[in-house]
């Protein structure tokens, strides 16, 4: 099962609005409403951000969105902040009854 | 207060073995699906295996299906990986997760990490 698709680097000023985009297919991103987002600081354990394309769990800041196109889901973070520079993973269910990461994006704050 | 708590990592040779454990408290262990995920030094997060509230349900990645076998021991809340054949691709810090329901990749609860180093 190949890894989900996301650009290598984003970069964005404080304040700004970047998003962040996670391409898979039919099998998985595009088949199911099982996509989940995940920021990981250096030297820490993942935490869960966004689930099911467009949730977040209880105490996720608003500033973050998920939404999902065809094949492509995508993470929004509004008002960037220098706390929201860290590494960013999708992860989707698969047809195979598995999961898959994405390739993963490092998030910079000018 | 839930915790996971990893344990059992270590240095193997290529083509040995080693079982993980994670040990947990604070949730109904017998409810929650469980999972292991791996990140390779300087890289990112790979999903490695899955195991159902009860066990009866197990499903693994390609690059470790048929060496790694995931179980779980309801009576002590422990989840187990164990490890056979490895190899140098095999070096990570292995994280078991607790999944919220089953069948979304939402894991809400991490273990601290466990290095896995596969050298000669």
Redesign the interface.
Known sequence: ?P?LTQPASVSGSPGQSITISCTGTSSDVGGYN???W?Q?HPGK??K?II??VSER?SGVSHRFSGSKSGNTASLTISGLQAEDEA?Y?C???TS?????????TRVNVL | EVQLVDSGGGLVQPGGSLRLSCAVSGFVFDNAAM?W?RQAPGK????VS?ISPSGGSR????SVKGRFTISRDNVQSTLYLLMNSLRGDDTAVY?CAKE?GW??????H????SLVTVSA
């Open positions: 099962q890894a099982r996509v989940s995940y990981q354990a993942p869960v689930y099911d769990p590494d993973y992860s989707s269910y195979s009854f598995t999961y898959v990461f994405g390739t993963g | 999972n995920v990112g997060l790979e999903w899955s499903y693994y990645a390609d994280y919220v069948g979304s990749p939402t894991f809400d991490w273990g601290q990490g």
